[in-house]
């Protein structure tokens, strides 16, 4: 018993440590002074008024919003026809070819940054919506296609086989039949799809414009640059859109399973 509170206590300030940074920055987007004093000196709601009066910070919203929507919409439907091409169909280096899908998640990302940028560089898609489209999409497709190659394990391929036996065409059996079968796996993808987006720093830092930068990257230079407390405020809307977009994605993953089941 005693064993077993020891570990409790020891989770609790384990989750304490990490919840800290997140939870210390929520007082200090509402200081009055012009500072990243804590415990603040006032409060004052002076830097969520600056976030949506400030043309700069909303058009880094604008920036990041746009990219991340493109970026579900492209990685969603490439990690779909990945997920089934590598689920259905059994073919020499298919263990190879699942590895490199996931390559993205192992390899650092400021090695695959740099890469991008050489290339990006060639075709001049630096600084432009298709290289950061591109660019976060090929960060963003491992997430979509471990969620629906999960949900197409849970799929009886004899309602697929019955529906061709009654005529129904790939097409329309994928429409008909896959495809509402696998969909909280493809909601929980695009949704991890998107907050890996609008979240991705690295990638973006290389590939940025002054025509074209995402709010991570604004907040990066206000904090170099000019130690602009509308940080904290914009940190603490980007973390509550996040955290509202993932428990929106852990709720698919739930329904996926009780779908399975």
Do not use: C
Not at 97 to 106: D, G, K
Not at 107 to 117: F, N, Q, R
Not at 213 to 223: A, H
Request: net charge positive; no cysteine.
């Amino acid at each position: 018993m005693t064993l077993k509170r020891a570990l409790g206590a020891l989770a609790a300030l384990i989750i304490l440590w990490l919840l800290l940074p997140t939870l210390v920055i929520i007082p200090m987007s509402f200081n009055s002074a012009a500072s990243f004093n804590f415990p603040p000196q006032g409060f004052s709601l002076q830097w969520y008024e600056n976030f949506f009066t400030d043309p700069a910070w909303l058009r880094a919203l604008g920036s990041s919003l746009q990219v991340a929507l493109v970026t579900m919409v492209v990685a969603t439907s490439v990690g779909i026809m990945a997920a089934i091409g590598l689920s259905k169909v059994r073919f020499r280096g298919k263990a190879l070819l699942e590895s490199y899908f996931l390559t993205p998640l192992i390899v650092p990302g400021i090695v695959i940054a740099i890469g991008l940028y050489s290339l990006f560089l060639r075709f001049n898609l630096l600084g432009t919506l298709p290289g950061f489209v591109l660019a976060h999409t090929v960060v963003a497709l491992p997430l979509v296609i471990i969620n629906v190659t999960a949900s197409l394990q849970g799929v009886d391929p004899r309602l697929e086989q019955a529906s061709a036996t009654l005529g129904a065409g790939r097409l329309r059996t994928f429409f008909s039949i896959t495809l509402p079968l696998i969909m909280p796996g493809v909601t929980a993808g695009a949704l991890f799809a998107f907050v890996t987006s609008f979240d991705e720093i690295i990638l973006s830092l290389f590939i940025q414009s002054p025509q074209l930068q995402t709010l991570p990257v604004k907040i990066y230079n206000s904090v170099t640059q000019a130690s602009d407390p509308t940080v904290a405020a914009v940190a603490v809307i980007a973390m509550f859109t996040s955290v509202l977009v993932m428990l929106t994605a852990q709720f698919a993953t739930r329904k996926r399973k009780r779908v399975s089941a």
